[in-house]
């Protein structure tokens, strides 16, 4: 069982900066891939970035590359999300996610609660 707390959400101005943690805890918490998923009102849930458990690998969703960077440290079970250049579009609830796999997609198997990113004009 992997469980996972998201931190690091707020209010920012666009073009601002945030940057998201998220703690798991589990005893394998730290050799499972991490990933970051965002779901605005009234939209699909959105594929942001993972990142493989050894870090040797990262993908990102094609909205955000270039300006979100995802990273992680597995001493802490805690993998991070940089958000630079945030945009309003950029709002939403941000959630971390875990998996044994790799590569995987949507379906990872465990779910944080989210955060919510607020971005102002």
């Known amino acids: 069982q992997v469980h996972l707390v998201e931190s690091g959400g707020g209010l920012v101005q666009a073009g601002g900066s945030l940057r998201l943690s998220c703690a798991g805890s589990?005893?394998?918490?730290?050799?499972?891939?991490m990933g970051w998923f965002r779901q605005a009102p009234g939209k699909e849930r959105e594929f942001v970035a993972n990142?493989?458990?050894?870090?040797?690998?990262?993908n990102y969703g094609d909205s955000v590359k270039g300006r979100f960077t995802i990273s992680r440290d597995n001493a802490k079970k805690t993998v991070y999300l940089q958000m630079n250049s945030l945009k309003p579009e950029d709002a939403a609830v941000y959630y971390c996610a875990a998996d044994a796999r790799y590569p995987v997609g949507y379906d990872m198997q465990y779910w944080g609660k989210g955060t919510l990113v607020t971005v102002s004009l």
């Open positions: 589990g005893r394998t918490a730290d050799t499972y891939t």
């Open positions: 990142i493989h458990w050894m870090g040797v690998s990262r």
